[in-house]
């Protein structure tokens, strides 16, 4: 890989508000390239193969861990997700800002690997807005939410490990910071 200041992170707890930010910065900006993960959780619905996520089995997950095909891959919540390496790649040699939005131990791994790489930690106003935040989204069962939320606790303590934190209050607000930091 080539230019990794090429390569954004944008990380922090799930249901922050990640996936909403970064879906207004690729409206806004046709040079930034968002990577697709695979990951073996099942689609919710309405989500696409190879659109929001490589969903794939265990085995084959494993298999490309194995290959070193993944740039960065972590556990979560109990499934696997991960960067396919080549993909990104292609586009940072293409000239395209490359965009990361995973989580938390996957964005470690990268500023380690990587530290000049623009990472930038979304916190929640509180926790109790994370917990509604969460909720309000529907997309997932009592357990799920409660392995998101106890996650969340370990993964906000950790914010300090990343360039920039910022506070994810409102959505409008958070794009135009997210965006002058990858201008900048
Ligand atoms: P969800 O199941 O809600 O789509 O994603 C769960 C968490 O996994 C979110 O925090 C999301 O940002 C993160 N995630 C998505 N793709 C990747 C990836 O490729 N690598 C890592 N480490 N985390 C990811």
Do not use: C
């Not at 959780?41 to 089995?57: A, H, I, L, T, V």
């Amino acid at each position: 890989m080539k230019n990794f200041k090429k390569l954004i992170i944008i990380t922090g707890p799930s249901g922050v508000g990640k996936g909403t930010v970064v879906k207004e910065i690729l409206e806004k900006d046709q040079d930034i390239w968002l990577s697709i993960s695979a990951t073996t959780r099942n689609p919710r619905k309405g989500e696409k193969d190879g659109e929001n996520y490589y969903f794939m089995s265990n085995e084959r997950f494993k298999n490309m861990i194995e290959k070193k095909e993944f740039l960065e891959w972590a556990q979560f919540a109990g499934n696997y997700y991960g960067t396919p390496l080549s993909t990104v790649n292609e586009k940072i040699e293409k000239g395209f800002i490359v965009l990361l939005e995973i989580e938390v131990e996957g964005a470690k791994q990268i500023k380690e690997k990587f530290p000049e790489a623009l990472s930038i930690f979304l916190l929640p106003p509180s926790k109790e807005e994370l917990e509604k935040r969460i909720r309000n989204r529907g997309t997932e069962k009592e357990e799920a939410i409660n392995r998101r939320l106890s996650r969340a606790n370990y993964e906000i303590a950790s914010s300090d490990k990343f360039d920039f934190v910022l506070t994810n209050h409102h959505v409008d607000e958070t794009v135009k910071s997210v965006f002058k930091l990858i201008k900048s």
